[in-house]
């Protein structure tokens, strides 16, 4: 797989304003109205007529141009968060760094729109150091340079149904390059982990990386050390649910990202076993994309997330521990169970920051593989082990571990999303003794049911109806 394109010049970004936007018109791109999210176009129209300026942006943009259906439809205006909350009333704030507005609609739909930001002067000519936070507001260009990748830097822009284009974001669409937009250096030292995105974008389009900016990936990888844990966790299972996880890993391993990603695989991948274990990576993340890649018409997915880490560090535990080919019994098992927990908690847990629920239930998974295995050897399941609390998830877990010895595969409808039950519509008929909308008890008067006050000489709460 080549993962390297022809070079173009680098355009910098240090005078953005010096900058001319390039104009797309709608004879000249493959983007219609009818292609929008309906909701997307709700929000867009009440921005215009109110008088703001409105743009779909980011992956919607790239992925209609490209012919695909957008996941997200993120809007981009000139209107502050404030005036935002003002106008679209079913909305909330979110976001500490720079804050956005979730517009939410049926369905729960939510749209999000953010206020263009401006180029920080941190971002472009500041010290090497990680990005500070900010909350600047800016103009169409300066938000298109703050952006990640120039194919993410567009704007569509509803009113002349145009594309405009600050960064060259549509060339490189056109001949399928990712590039980081300005200086990637820079940008990687700024924020690490726009790495980890260039190599997402790279296996979900099919684009190769240009030259400078795969270089700068090598030369920064160690620095996603600097990014917090739990956010270089949260990018991984994004790209583990991508339905392009295998080429996402070998992308990974070309780059040398997943030595900076993945320290306990380092000394597996690098000794005698390296291109065994290379392999089975790469069976786990085929066999995650056979089940994520799902049509429209077929049931939705959801492999929690607990199971996906487990998956991710499969062939590492089957070498370590030798499983499951281990058969233990008694306290041989607890010892097992334990040195796993320890292990999968000192060279994964950590440095991912899981949450101990999460770590139980990966452990719990990887101890259980020998059962479930050493069980099918004798052709049924027990009953006891059926019974266990743990039976779904781990025999799940050893049918996906199955698929990548190619010996079977794991149903997808194993992991489908249970449907919430129908509501119950209760029917409740209107008694007889009620004429005209008036009950005779009413007529009646409520004969001394008001809980404040009492017919009683103690009263209620102290008070006491009076006599009169």
Not at 173 to 179: A, K, P, S, T, Y
Not at 246 to 271: H, I, Q, V
Not at 309 to 322: D, E, I, K, S, Y
């Amino acid at each position: 797989m080549s993962a390297i394109a022809k070079e173009k010049p680098k355009e910098g970004v240090a005078n953005v304003s010096s900058v001319e936007a390039r104009v797309i018109p709608e004879s000249e791109h493959p983007i219609r109205e009818h292609l929008l999210d309906r909701e997307a176009l709700k929000v867009l129209y009440r921005l215009r007529d109110a008088g703001f300026k409105g743009y779909l942006v980011g992956g919607g943009v790239r992925d209609l141009y490209l012919g695909r259906v957008p996941k997200d439809f993120d809007i981009s205006t000139d209107a502050r968060p404030g005036q935002l909350r003002h106008l679209f009333r079913n909305s909330r704030t979110i976001g500490r760094r720079f804050r956005l507005v979730q517009v939410f609609f049926r369905g729960n739909k939510i749209i999000e729109v953010s206020t263009l930001r401006s180029s920080s002067e941190f971002d472009i000519e500041g010290d090497d150091a990680v990005l500070p936070s900010n909350n600047t507001f800016g103009t169409l260009e300066e938000d298109a340079f703050r952006r990640d990748l120039t194919i993410n830097s567009l704007f569509y822009e509803i009113e002349s149904r145009t594309i405009i284009d600050y960064t060259g974001g549509v060339d490189d669409l056109d001949q399928g390059i990712i590039r980081v937009v300005g200086d990637p250096d820079r940008r990687f030292t700024r924020d690490p982990v726009r790495m980890m995105r260039v190599i997402r974008h790279a296996a979900r389009t099919g684009f190769t990386i240009e030259p400078e900016t795969l270089a700068a990936v090598r030369r920064h990888r160690d620095k996603l050390q600097l990014c917090p844990p739990s956010r270089i966790r949260d990018e991984v299972l994004k790209d583990l649910q991508s339905g392009s996880s295998r080429t996402w890993a070998e992308l990974c391993m070309d780059s040398s990202l997943w030595d900076a990603l993945f320290l306990l695989y380092r000394e597996y991948l690098r000794g005698e076993e390296g291109a065994m274990i290379r392999d089975q990576l790469l069976r786990v993340f085929t066999a995650l994309d056979r089940l994520h890649v799902r049509g429209n018409d077929e049931e939705p997915l959801k492999i929690p997330d607990f199971f996906l880490l487990a998956t991710l560090v499969l062939p590492w535990a089957c070498q370590r521990f030798q499983l499951p080919e281990t058969n233990v019994r008694g306290q041989e098992f607890h010892r097992l169970s334990r040195l796993i927990r320890e292990e999968v908690d000192r060279s994964f847990g950590e440095p991912f920051n899981i949450q101990r629920m999460a770590k139980e239930a990966m452990t719990t998974l990887l101890i259980n593989l020998s059962t479930f295995h050493h069980a099918r050897s004798q052709g049924s399941y027990p009953k006891w082990l059926k019974k266990k609390s743990y039976y779904k998830d781990c025999s799940r877990f050893y049918e996906f571990y199955l698929e990548t010895q190619g010996i079977a595969s794991v149903r997808p409808e194993r992991f489908a999303v249970e449907k919430p039950p129908p509501e119950v519509v209760q029917v409740v008929s209107m008694p007889e003794n009620i004429k005209d909308g008036v009950s005779e008890s009413s007529a009646r008067g409520r004969r001394g049911v008001n809980p404040a006050f009492s017919s009683k000489k103690s009263g209620v709460f102290g008070l006491r109806k009076s006599s009169d």
